[in-house]
């Protein structure tokens, strides 16, 4: 290996390993409130299945984030817009307890921890997509963005395994607290690696609507960049609705332990971290990422109607088994999706495209959390919407394969 070629792979390394940890710590923040939601609802005078508004709530601000982020990482840095996205994210969090301790009359307040949450966390991928395409050897892009989205369930499974624990220890005001100081953590220690990283700045590049919009215009213009884009609608709304109402289901419904629905939750993210690494490196080598995605997709409806159906002839194992295969799937689509996405971009363009593609995948999230609480509160069941997003997904990845043939 010559000088250069080293140089190159340790810069690649440098950035998958910023991107990722910068990844797990913004999906973190944006699921605490979901874990926890069975005991900050009673805090703040409302009903745990409301967790679903602020999760739209949240992905609302990342749609908006998504699509403006292109022109602010051109002109500052994917870095330093990362690093104002972790400090947005801790500012979210800081929020909710905030509100909680102030006087009732003040909890209407709590609405903005999602939208700040959503800012910060909705630029992180352009942000890391723009680095990562970059910088990702070629014959492993795929791979490469599916290990950095393994951030996603890792926060997430992270949250699951360490915050309900850490709430009946400390109190969930507690756990924020230290969610928003790991944040400014995260947000000092990436501070060196922007002289490697941030290279390609364009200070002059205008920040305007016309700009903001520029890269949603060059997507709708390719037919391949809007069918992936659709994808990441469904899927995602699948994705968060696991994410976010999981939890909920099994306390509920179910009569799990906070502890124990928690563990679900992290089987679920361990799910997705494997799949998401696993069809990365199957897509590189062995199956057209198009129907990969569209296998993905019956398989994670699949699993949505088992999770529907589960009840007390159901064993706790075979309960877990179902948790880990729907996340796998799920879960784990995201990196092969926004890898095809950075391929199909201009050159140069894979942050501005991937934001654009972003703010398509974040309307989904923002539609499916609140139509699974609108679901769930005029039926009285949590069933009914994952069999909704099971159906949905499941229509979805039968259209890719057949349009993949």
């Given at each position: 290996m010559t000088g250069d070629e080293r140089g190159a792979a340790r810069t690649a390394t440098i950035a998958l390993v910023v991107t990722l940890a910068i990844q797990l710590y913004t999906s973190l923040a944006a699921t605490?409130?979901?874990?926890?939601?069975?005991?900050?609802?009673?805090?703040?005078?409302?009903?745990?299945?409301?967790?679903?508004?602020?999760?739209?709530?949240?992905?609302?601000?990342?749609?908006?984030?998504?699509?403006?982020?292109?022109?602010?990482?051109?002109?500052?840095?994917?870095?330093?817009?990362s690093q104002v996205c972790v400090l947005l994210c801790a500012v979210?969090?800081?929020?909710?307890?905030?509100?909680?301790?102030?006087?009732?009359?003040?909890?209407?307040?709590?609405?903005?921890?999602?939208?700040?949450?959503?800012?910060?966390?909705?630029?992180?991928?352009?942000?890391?997509?723009?680095?990562?395409?970059?910088?990702?050897?070629?014959?492993?892009?795929?791979?490469?963005?599916?290990?950095?989205?393994?951030?996603?369930?890792?926060?997430a499974a992270l949250a699951g395994a360490v915050l309900p624990g850490m709430a009946l220890g400390i109190g969930w005001r507690?756990?924020?607290?230290?969610?928003?100081?790991?944040?400014?953590?995260?947000?000092?220690?990436?501070?060196?690696?922007?002289?490697?990283?941030?290279?390609?700045l364009h200070a002059a590049r205008p920040l305007s609507l016309a700009a903001m919009f520029r890269p949603l215009k060059l997507l709708l213009g390719a037919p391949a960049l809007v069918e992936l884009s659709l994808v990441g609608f469904v899927y995602a709304a699948?994705?968060?609705?696991?994410?976010?109402?999981?939890?909920?289901?099994?306390?509920?419904?179910?009569?799990?332990?906070?502890?124990?629905?928690?563990?679900?939750?992290?089987?679920?993210?361990?799910?997705?971290?494997?799949g998401r690494v696993t069809w990365g490196g199957v897509a590189d080598h062995y199956v057209r990422p198009r129907t990969l995605l569209g296998l993905l997709g019956l398989v994670a409806g699949g699993c949505a109607f088992a999770t529907a159906g589960f009840g007390p002839a159901w064993p706790a194992s075979a309960q877990m088994a179902v948790c880990a295969l729907f996340g796998a799937t799920a879960i784990g689509w995201n990196g092969v999706q926004l890898a095809e996405v950075a391929r199909h971009a201009p050159a140069g363009k894979a942050g501005a495209i991937t934001g654009a593609s972003g703010f398509v995948t974040f309307s989904g999230v923002v539609i499916g959390p609140s139509t699974f609480a609108l679901l769930s509160a005029l039926t009285g069941s949590y069933r009914v919407g994952f069999a909704a997003f099971g159906t949905a997904s499941l229509l979805c990845g039968l259209a890719l394969l057949a349009r993949s043939r």
């Open positions: 605490a409130t979901a874990v926890l939601a069975p005991v900050i609802g009673p805090d703040l005078g409302v009903a745990p299945k409301l967790v679903g508004v602020f999760v739209g709530l949240v992905y609302a601000g990342s749609m908006v984030a998504s699509l403006a982020s292109g022109g602010f990482i051109e002109r500052f840095g994917a870095i330093r817009v979210g969090v800081a929020i909710v307890p905030a509100v909680a301790s102030a006087p009732a009359g003040y909890v209407a307040l709590v609405a903005a921890a999602p939208l700040v949450l959503g800012l910060g966390y909705g630029a992180i991928t352009p942000a890391s997509s723009h680095v990562l395409a970059r910088t990702a050897p070629p014959g492993r892009m795929a791979l490469t963005f599916s290990i950095k989205q393994t951030g996603v369930p890792a926060g507690g756990a924020f607290v230290a969610i928003v100081v790991a944040g400014i953590v995260i947000a000092v220690i990436s501070q060196p690696t922007r002289a490697a990283l941030d290279t390609d699948t994705q968060v609705c696991l994410m976010s109402f999981l939890v909920v289901y099994l306390t509920e419904t179910l009569g799990f332990s906070l502890v124990g629905a928690g563990l679900a939750l992290t089987v679920a993210n361990l799910g997705g971290i494997v």
